[in-house]
């Protein structure tokens, strides 16, 4: 995908995303968002400046769009933390960042470096609310002990954490979560 296509970008913005909010989400995870920071001379999903700069003014025209729903990047590259659209600084449209596979199979340290260059955006905007989170993965419900580590890790890291299985096809309901209030 080329998110700077016109035709791309009237697919998401006047298509998919109406059909999603009248469902009565809170917002989009805008998956594969890593796009815009892989450069034009990358071995896949090469993105010039122009498609960067076409990932970024899509998630303007997204949250002109739907200014109350919540905008999160998946694993948003840290040059995407220095970029503009229409005047505003990308960080102030989007209101958190996520990313995969932090803790689990092993820890990425480049990844949870990734996001704490995010984590910092919050202080050096002197914005607050900016959630940043870790989503891992299991093998099954049955993986109590690997999910676990993945949480508290996220947690000591200051990332807000979330495992599911691998699958996606089931709920876990481990005795590490915290109850809700």
Same mark, same amino acid.
């Given at each position: 995908?080329?998110?700077?296509?016109?035709?791309?970008?009237?697919?998401?913005?006047?298509?998919?995303?109406?059909?999603?909010?009248?469902?009565?989400?809170?917002?989009?995870?805008?998956?594969?968002?890593?796009?815009?920071?892989?450069?034009?001379?990358?071995?896949?999903?090469?993105?010039?400046?122009?498609?960067?700069?076409?990932?970024?003014?899509?998630?303007?025209?997204?949250?002109?769009?739907?200014?109350?729903?919540?905008?999160?990047?998946?694993?948003?590259?840290?040059?995407?933390?220095?970029?503009?659209?229409?005047?505003?600084?990308?960080?102030?449209?989007?209101?958190?960042?996520? @990313?995969? !596979?932090?803790?689990?199979? +092993?820890? &990425?340290? *480049?990844? %949870?470096? $990734?996001?704490?260059?995010?984590?910092?955006?919050?202080?050096?905007?002197?914005?607050?609310?900016?959630?940043?989170?870790?989503?891992?993965?299991?093998?099954?419900?049955?993986?109590?002990?690997?999910?676990?580590?993945?949480?508290? @890790?996220? !947690?000591?890291?200051?990332? +807000?954490? &979330?495992? *599911?299985? %691998?699958? $996606?096809?089931?709920?876990?309901?481990?005795?590490?979560?915290?109850?809700?209030?």
């Amino acid at each position: 995908m080329n998110p700077a296509n016109a035709d791309y970008q009237n697919l998401i913005v006047n298509y998919i995303a109406p059909r999603l909010a009248a469902t009565g989400v809170d917002g989009f995870m805008l998956d594969n968002f890593e796009i815009v920071g892989h450069g034009a001379n990358a071995s896949t999903a090469p993105c010039d400046a122009a498609c960067a700069q076409g990932g970024l003014d899509l998630v303007k025209r997204l949250r002109d769009r739907y200014p109350d729903l919540a905008m999160v990047p998946n694993a948003a590259p840290v040059q995407a933390i220095a970029g503009t659209t229409g005047g505003v600084s990308f960080p102030w449209l989007i209101d958190g960042v996520i @990313a995969e !596979q932090v803790f689990l199979p +092993s820890t &990425s340290t *480049s990844v %949870v470096q $990734l996001l704490k260059s995010w984590q910092s955006t919050e202080q050096n905007l002197g914005r607050s609310g900016f959630f940043v989170g870790s989503l891992d993965y299991t093998s099954s419900c049955t993986a109590s002990s690997s999910a676990q580590t993945a949480w508290t @890790a996220a !947690q000591q890291t200051g990332f +807000s954490p &979330s495992i *599911s299985t %691998v699958s $996606l096809d089931s709920i876990c309901w481990w005795s590490f979560l915290p109850v809700g209030s």
